[in-house]
């Protein structure tokens, strides 16, 4: 594999790898909460060509009540080998550089660039503006199911992200060696509205970022040093290795996560369970405002 990409990449760097005949699989991660099923029908329209679909209720959250979970919440991730198995399933290997992308202002394709870090895969990029930024770039587009590979070789390695629990960001809370920032829109954060927790709030001393914040109108990510700078002044002298990233489920907190790593202020690390893990316990703390 020639220099992977390792956070984002552009369309004009995509379209270059395909042409170059470079080992890659691509990943549609487009999903919508409140219809749960639009971004398959979506995918089945229109999707970058040659893409396999990862869906986050079916491949990138562990929902039965015979799986085993690696974290709480409404979207508990899968455990390492689960994950590994789904990867094989679709053709996947370790040599292959992996694209992520969604039409939803990268809401969820996140969420698997940092699977798969976890996995210990190095070689994961967002695709920068996502579909939008592609079809605008003439990429090559395809409709219908995603074409079946023959199974991948993919071997799990170290994780190089971690994931921490319900416990210990409980048994870390107002130490200094840990910082949260929460990434939820201000209203949710304050516990003004909740649509879609039990109880509205936040973990008592988290940082509000919503993770909005970090793209621009066009989709993309803002550039390196603006995120730098807005991180900067959020954590006010508090060290960037101590941020323990969440939200309300453990997806929308990635792009948080990622930005830091654009700024150079990464890698972070991630409670998953978020505060719809943390709420569901009544003896734990809780803030608004």
Request: one cysteine or more; proline letters at 8%; a negative charge.
């Amino acid at each position: 594999m020639s220099t992977p990409y390792t956070t984002l990449i552009s369309a004009a760097e995509l379209q270059a790898l395909q042409a170059s005949g470079q080992a890659l699989m691509v990943f549609d991660c487009s999903f919508d909460l409140t219809q749960p099923t639009a971004g398959n029908s979506q995918f089945d329209t229109l999707h970058v060509a040659g893409a396999q679909r990862a869906d986050l209720d079916r491949h990138l959250s562990a929902h039965g009540a015979d799986q085993a979970k690696a974290s709480g919440g409404r979207h508990p991730l899968p455990t390492r080998e689960a994950l590994a198995d789904w990867l094989r399933s679709v053709g996947f290997n370790n040599h292959q550089q992996a694209v992520v992308y969604d039409r939803n202002n990268s809401s969820y394709c996140v969420r698997l660039w940092w699977m798969l870090k976890w996995l210990g895969h190095d070689a994961v990029a967002v695709l920068d503006g996502g579909l939008a930024a592609w079809q605008a770039a003439g990429g090559a587009t395809a409709s219908g199911p995603a074409a079946p590979l023959p199974p991948g070789q993919f071997e799990l390695r170290p994780a190089l992200r971690d994931l921490r629990t319900v416990d210990q960001v409980q048994q870390a809370l107002g130490r200094p060696e840990q910082t949260l920032i929460d990434a939820r829109a201000t209203p949710r954060f304050k516990g003004e509205v909740e649509p879609l927790d039990p109880v509205a709030g936040h973990i008592p001393g988290a940082l509000n970022r919503p993770f909005t914040d970090n793209l621009g109108p066009d989709g993309r990510f803002k550039p390196a040093a603006e995120l730098r700078a807005a991180f900067e002044a959020l954590l006010a002298g508090r060290a960037p290795s101590q941020v323990v990233h969440h939200c309300g489920s453990g997806v929308t907190a990635l792009p948080n996560l990622l930005a830091m790593e654009i700024a150079g202020l990464g890698p972070t690390a991630l409670f998953a369970g978020s505060w719809s893990e943390w709420c569901r316990d009544p003896q734990r703390p809780m803030a608004r405002g």
